[in-house]
């Protein structure tokens, strides 16, 4: 796949600098191009403003505004964009000024150059013809503010090429965009239910069915969010959900059409809606109700229709629009029954609106909605196994170790398979096991569930490693816990400079429990084993691959090229003998047997610099104690044992160490609070 090092955006506005900035923020040459000197100034002025507040909201170091701005070129000139892999179209929606526009780009770009627009309104199709590469042309729609919002639609029409789509997902992930892939059609997947949500409001409203302050909260428990649909109207402005929903009803019909009091609303000299108001609690459930089935009925619609899978619906609705859950699960948590009762209501009330198909069909398999998390792709002798839950940043549960397990026996088993890779979709391999999983068996009481879970994913852990195919971690993200012990359980690492490794349980109150001692210790003995899972620091790529863990360091670029590689010269010994490089020393000398002992006493160790080791220390006071004093006596029983013996030890240990109040404290307190050891 042919490297994406320069993208190119036009239009400067909210949106196109907006573009820009993540692009920017995400280690990538952008040139911003709009039709004035002052607007371009402008666009630059919005994202160094945004990127100060960021500063001040500590998401950004202040030397972290010269180095992105300097990778953001601002220019009236269309030329600049000619030898772009990628230009994205972000001007007005204006389909005679885009589609001009389109035609320049054209003229203008070298053959490679993808074009890409940000349409919300029209076919991606119409500009797609317009232009002399429909191959090479794609939709990329992005959510406001889009150096915030996760979200990308990437739409592919009837002539854009399988290459154009997987470079186009390549950017996305290079700028750290979930993309989910959508139909050509009008509203898209998110719009597609989210404007007749802000629609419905406006129809309740009309019909005084409620005040706003009413609707308002309705949607919020509804949905779990910030801001209902008016307040969301007032702060994105009326005009661009009036303009939606005048699309939607022209090619979708009247179900999707203007509520009247939003056409007199667009009439009044200031639009905003009025939020104040009482809220009547006994009207709460009637609205909330309503949202439900217009929101959860087009969603299913939608699915039928195959404009989006179940699960990229959910994705949006939860990334994009950022619900609690998305429309899928609300469904399975009101009941296929309630959900389908909701529904019939709705097309009842709108003749234009028939009941979905697929919700028909659920209803009489009486049963809720099973989403896919894992995929699996086979092309020529290569199995590609995604974990697709990039929300939950790929986390680990029961469903996807199963489904993990299930495509890796599909995989394993073709016999035109010779190697499987594992990747996880977004920015994330895998951050780990999902935390609420662990907090809801111990408050119920079912640490033995742990355990069986645990065990299962020993057992394919070791499939993995152990597989007579290939198998192959593509490191090129985070990964954290569970997530870096599935990548050392494979026979090799692919990484690219984004990919990490890291064990956090210790403060979280608990210890690696998928091997990740284990494979540490066997790759760099038990020394630094102690260092990384005891103080949870992270092993950046660059230092893997010096340590022997990674066998391929590359650019994004570059991966397709690395796996070849390796699968001529066939399986690593991946547990080789190897020189670990003099500046680790230090830690190999602070965490040998004895050493480690003083450490955990909370004493610095004889001979050693002073300094550094204090750092240690104020590092494992944030720890729980009795997972540290568990991961010392774990790792040294390790070294001393067989693979099988010493994944034994690893589950023997785990009954133990979820029992305690720390591990409880630790794993609830997680993006909360810090939590309070007591080492009990």
């Excluded at 406001?144 to 997987?166: C, F, G, M, W």
């Excluded at 050392?488 to 064990?503: D, E, K, W």
Aim: net charge neutral; charged share 25%.
């Amino acid at each position: 796949m042919s490297k994406i090092s320069k993208i190119g955006v036009v239009g400067a506005g909210n949106m196109g600098s907006g573009i820009a900035q993540k692009i920017a923020q995400e280690g990538l040459d952008v040139v911003m191009v709009d039709t004035g000197d002052e607007l371009v100034k402008r666009g630059m002025d919005n994202i160094q403003r945004l990127l100060r507040e960021g500063v001040e909201r500590k998401i950004f170091h202040l030397d972290d505004i010269g180095r992105i701005m300097s990778r953001i070129t601002g220019t009236t000139d269309l030329q600049a964009l000619a030898d772009a892999d990628l230009v994205i179209e972000a001007v007005f929606e204006d389909k005679g000024v885009k589609t001009e526009l389109f035609k320049r780009l054209d003229g203008i770009c070298m053959d490679k150059t993808i074009l890409a627009t940000n349409t919300s309104s029209f076919y991606v199709r119409e500009f797609a013809e317009a232009t002399s590469r429909p191959d090479r042309f794609i939709g990329l729609h992005y959510f406001y503010h889009p150096a915030k919002n996760r979200l990308l639609e990437v739409i592919p029409q009837e002539k854009t090429s399988a290459e154009t789509i997987d470079r186009a997902l390549l950017a996305a992930k290079l700028h750290g965009k979930t993309a989910i892939l959508v139909k050509d059609t009008p509203g898209f997947a998110v719009n597609r239910f989210f404007v007749p949500f802000l629609n419905e409001a406006a129809r309740m409203l009309e019909e005084g069915l409620a005040g706003i302050a009413t609707i308002e909260e309705a949607a919020k428990r509804a949905f779990r969010i910030g801001m209902g649909p008016f307040e969301l109207m007032n702060v994105t402005r009326l005009p661009i959900t009036f303009h939606s929903t005048v699309t939607l009803g022209n090619e979708l019909g009247p179900f999707y059409a203007t509520a009247g009091i939003m056409k007199s609303q667009m009439g009044k000299k200031a639009t905003d809606w009025d939020l104040s108001g009482e809220v009547q609690e006994e009207k709460i459930a009637a609205v909330m109700d309503r949202f439900y089935g217009v929101c959860l009925g087009v969603a299913a619609a939608l699915v039928d229709e195959g404009v989006a899978t179940m699960e990229d619906t959910d994705r949006g609705a939860k990334v994009g629009l950022r619900w609690a859950l998305g429309p899928f699960e609300i469904m399975n948590r009101l009941g296929i029954e309630k959900t389908f009762a909701l529904v019939e209501k709705v097309a009842e009330k709108y003749p234009g609106f028939r009941m979905p198909g697929l919700l028909t069909r659920q209803r009489q398999a009486g049963r809720p909605f099973a989403f896919t998390l894992v995929n699996l792709a086979i092309h020529k002798d290569i199995a590609t196994i995604t974990i697709n839950r990039p929300e939950a940043m790929n986390a680990l549960n029961e469903t996807v170790v199963e489904q993990l397990t299930e495509r890796f026996s599909e995989a394993e088993q073709n016999p035109g398979v010779s190697t499987i890779i594992f990747q996880g979709a977004g920015k994330a391999f895998v951050a780990g096991a999902d935390i609420r999983y662990f907090v809801e068996k111990i408050k119920a009481g079912k640490i033995d569930d742990i355990v069986s879970f645990t065990r299962k994913g020993h057992q394919l852990f070791r499939r993995i490693e152990d597989s007579n195919k290939l198998t192959i971690a593509l490191l090129d993200g985070l990964s954290m816990g569970g997530g870096s012990e599935l990548a050392l359980a494979c026979q090799a690492i692919v990484a690219t400079p984004a990919g990490s490794l890291s064990f956090p349980e210790t403060g979280i109150g608990i210890y690696p429990g998928l091997g990740g001692m284990l494979r540490l210790g066997l790759h760099l003995g038990p020394e630094l084993a102690k260092y990384y899972v005891l103080t949870g620091a992270a092993i950046t790529a660059s230092d893997a691959q010096e340590l022997g863990i990674v066998t391929r360091l590359v650019e994004p670029s570059a991966v397709d090229e690395a796996i070849q590689n390796l699968i001529r010269e066939g399986r690593p010994v991946k547990y080789r003998p190897r020189p670990i490089p003099d500046r680790f020393t230090l830690w190999r000398t602070l965490f040998g047997a004895e050493n480690t002992a003083t450490i955990l006493a909370a004493k610095i160790p004889p001979g050693v610099d002073e300094a550094v080791a204090a750092k240690i220390l104020k590092t494992l006071g944030n720890k729980a104690p009795l997972a540290l004093k568990l991961v010392n006596q774990i790792i040294d029983r390790q070294a001393k044992t067989s693979r099988d013996e010493g994944i034994e030890i690893e589950l023997d240990h785990l009954k133990v160490i979820f029992a305690t109040a720390d591990a409880l404290e630790g794993l609830s307190s997680l993006g909360r609070k810090k939590p309070e050891y007591k080492g009990l």
